[in-house]
């Protein structure tokens, strides 16, 4: 069994959550970092959510928890993500990175627009290529 499995399998079956160090001392994984770059996975292919928790006074702790099984199985039936989708997404993303929600929406919708240009460019390529127009060079 994988690391990432083993990590899945514990949270799995503690629905109250477990931050990055209680998975450290419970599998053996070292360093911390580990758990928390396989955690950050495991969230974002949405198979956990991590969320900011309160940890004693004035102390926030990232709690890894497993997602609801029948929501996951809803998720991939359907093509279109629904809206609690694409925030769990947002949330594991900035839990993970600890930027602002807001750089980490600016930063993925920067790169949605690189992704659509592009394909778009590569797209008008092919096309060009396939009637046998040559680029005009100046």
């Given at each position: 069994m994988s690391n990432k499995e083993e990590i899945?399998?514990?949270?799995?079956?503690h629905p109250e959550g477990l931050?990055?160090?209680d998975i450290s001392a419970m599998t053996g994984i070292r360093p911390r970092q580990q758990v928390q770059n396989l955690c950050n996975q495991l969230a974002l292919s949405n198979q956990i959510r991590r969320e900011s928790v309160n940890k004693?006074?004035?102390?926030?702790?990232?709690?890894n928890f497993p997602m609801d099984e029948l929501a996951v199985k809803d998720e991939a039936a359907v093509d279109i993500p629904e809206e609690g989708t694409w925030k769990r997404r947002l949330a594991a993303l900035v839990a993970a990175t600890g930027e602002p929600e807001a750089k980490v929406l600016e930063?993925?919708?920067l790169l949605l627009a690189l992704k659509i240009l592009k394909t778009h460019s590569d797209e008008e390529q092919q096309e060009r290529e396939?009637?046998?127009d040559r680029p005009v060079h100046g």
């Open positions: 899945f399998e514990i949270i799995r079956t931050d990055d160090d004693g006074a004035k102390r926030r702790k990232i709690h930063d993925a919708l396939l009637h046998g």
